[in-house]
């Protein structure tokens, strides 16, 4: 039977998973591997991506800085979260502000002193990411238009990093790379929607808080209606094998999505909409796999003999 010592211990931890955000890290770790793979690399053997000592420490230290910027932005909105997420807040206020920090800082100063193993630009990199993150949740999420751009930007900069490893500037990454972006902006600018109440009561001037829900709503339409474009030329442009499914899908998707969020009018319903976005991005993640299936149905291409 646990004492009441070890069962605090049990739920500061679960508390720390929380905060970092521990069920999002699985799915990074697999995006990136994946995009790797199957877009960033797709000239080189699969299995001389996955054993790439390098790469590993790369996605490392990037889901090192994104669990530590997540600490960071917890610690920033923890009065807000009281408002609009009550329940996850008491589980997250188990962990003090000060071992918030110092997980942090420990997180951080690991990552930065491995990305130096690759190179000094790997470090400087993971370095300004790190500052961003802290400039955002500190200042810029609190401003309307500018902290949605700033976050959707924040969120696909990992995988400029992968990207800058490879060295594969393909114009398909760049048109993968805007869909995903303009997911992650409307999912942004959702989170406004939902999170209203706490916005507004700690002066955070979101788009929905300064202009208005409806002006927010019409701005989400027309973000949505323009992933139409880079759906457009990644299927008709480029060669992304089954995966187009996967786009026409997210397209009809986003058709009820619209519909219903000018029907949605409370935080239940915002986070219903959430929910749809991100069930988009990570099926998204699970479908890059039909770019080339051969990989993993035959194993061809995976050794190239």
Same mark, same amino acid.
């Given at each position: ?15 720390? $998973?929380? &905060? ?33 000592? *390098?790469? %590993? ?15 960071? #932005? !917890? ?8 408002? !609009? *997420? ?81 060295? !594969? ?13 303009? %997911? ?17 009561? #700690? ?5 929905? &808080? *300064? ?12 973000? /949505?209606?323009?992933? &139409? ?10 060669? &992304? ?5 996967? $786009? ?5 998707? %986003? ?19 959430? !929910? ?6 990570? /099926? ?16 061809? #291409?995976?050794?190239?003999?």
């Amino acid at each position: 039977m646990l004492t009441r010592k070890t069962k605090l211990l049990l739920m500061k931890i679960l508390g720390l $998973f929380s &905060v970092v955000r521990g069920y999002n890290i699985p799915i990074i770790v697999l995006a990136q591997y994946l995009s790797s793979i199957f877009i960033l690399a797709p000239e080189k053997r699969a299995l001389e991506v996955i054993l790439d000592w *390098r790469l %590993l420490i790369i996605v490392f230290v990037s889901t090192l800085t994104i669990a530590s910027g997540y600490i960071i #932005n !917890n610690f920033y909105d923890s009065e807000k979260d009281l408002i !609009n *997420r009550p329940n996850k807040s008491m589980l997250d206020r188990l962990v003090s502000q000060q071992t918030k920090l110092q997980v942090y800082f420990g997180l951080n100063f690991i990552a930065t002193a491995l990305a130096f193993i690759i190179s000094f630009r790997a470090a400087l990199f993971f370095a300004v990411y790190i500052f961003l993150i802290w400039f955002y949740s500190h200042k810029l999420k609190k401003y309307p238009i500018i902290g949605n751009l700033t976050a959707s930007l924040l969120a696909v900069l990992p995988f400029f990093g992968i990207l800058l490893y490879f060295k !594969n500037f393909y114009s398909v990454i760049f048109a993968h790379a805007t869909f995903l972006f303009l %997911l992650i902006l409307i999912r942004e600018m959702i989170k406004d929607l939902e999170n209203i109440k706490g916005d507004m009561a #700690n002066d955070y001037q979101t788009i929905p &808080v *300064r202009f208005g829900e409806k002006i927010s709503k019409q701005i989400i339409t027309a973000l /949505t209606i323009g992933t &139409v474009i880079p759906v457009y030329i990644l299927v008709e442009k480029f060669n &992304v094998g089954y995966m187009d499914i996967y $786009f026409y899908m997210s397209l009809i998707v %986003l058709i009820f999505f619209i519909l219903k969020l000018w029907k949605s009018n409370s935080h239940q319903e915002y986070l219903q909409l959430h !929910n749809i976005l991100k069930m988009i991005i990570i /099926t998204g993640v699970f479908s890059i796999v039909l770019i080339d299936p051969s990989v993993l149905i035959h194993g061809r #291409n995976l050794l190239k003999i």
